[in-house]
């Protein structure tokens, strides 16, 4: 069955470090997607990307973010200099479709912390 | 702004009875989606539901949409300790680009 693959499962990176996270979406899949979940909280929508750009993005996504297909498997997020608060688990996750109904398949998942 | 709120937050019951979590919102959604996690992992995508007052099964589970898209329900019938985890309700945002707005979960624990 297709999935969404991320990379690393686990990253610890100190305060000020830049991290870029990894995901290769389901092959077929056009819209992609991170959200992030701080431990014991909701999950969160960082970012929507659909033909190489950012069609939607939250004001947890400042200048600090970036995301990238730099090629045609790989969607990346880099979080150019790290802090405490960024510590969470990030998902990435992707659809076929982005309309009603349109169904989100989600990786396992970046354990980033930030020390 | 768009919320969800999910309740109970938190549901111990005993193997063999039947539950029901709830997911209310005062904004309507296009589409809802409900999701299991596990801990350490990413959610699973268990059914979405789109059209006014729409009802699915999936085994022993039943989801169902309020006539005016802005509340779903979940029932567990027969729970199971394999059904033991954090359920989340998820709704199409009203921008139309996918994003999904979550609610907080309910974590369900079955006890044998």
């Known amino acids: 069955e297709p999935e969404v693959t991320q990379t690393p499962s686990h990253q610890v990176t100190q305060m000020g470090q830049e991290v870029i996270l990894r995901c290769v979406p389901i092959s077929n899949h056009l819209y992609f997607y991170w959200y992030r979940q701080i431990l014991g909280q909701k999950v969160e929508f960082l970012v929507s990307?659909?033909?190489?750009?950012?069609?939607?993005k939250s004001e947890i996504f400042d200048d600090q973010f970036s995301v990238e297909r730099p090629d045609g498997s790989n969607f990346t997020l880099k979080i150019r200099s790290t802090k405490l608060e960024d510590s969470a688990m990030y998902f990435c996750?992707?659809?076929?479709?982005?309309?009603?109904?349109?169904?989100?398949?989600f990786g396992q998942g970046t354990r980033l912390t930030v020390v | 702004t768009q919320l969800l709120e999910q309740s109970p937050q938190f549901l111990s019951i005993q193997e063999g009875e039947n539950l029901t979590v709830y997911c209310n919102s005062s904004s309507v959604f296009s589409s809802l989606q409900w999701y299991r996690q596990e801990p350490g992992e990413g959610p699973v995508l268990l059914v979405t539901v789109v059209t006014g007052g729409e009802v699915k099964k999936l085994k022993r589970l039943t989801f169902q949409f309020g006539d005016a898209r802005k509340d779903s329900s979940l029932h567990i019938t027969a729970a199971q300790p394999g059904d033991t985890g954090l359920y989340l309700c998820a709704g199409a945002g009203s921008s139309n680009t996918g994003k999904l707005i979550f609610g907080q979960g309910t974590t369900l624990q079955v006890k044998p």
């Open positions: 996750a992707s659809s076929e479709l982005f309309f009603s109904g349109a169904e989100a398949f």
């Open positions: 990307f659909y033909n190489n750009e950012i069609s939607e």
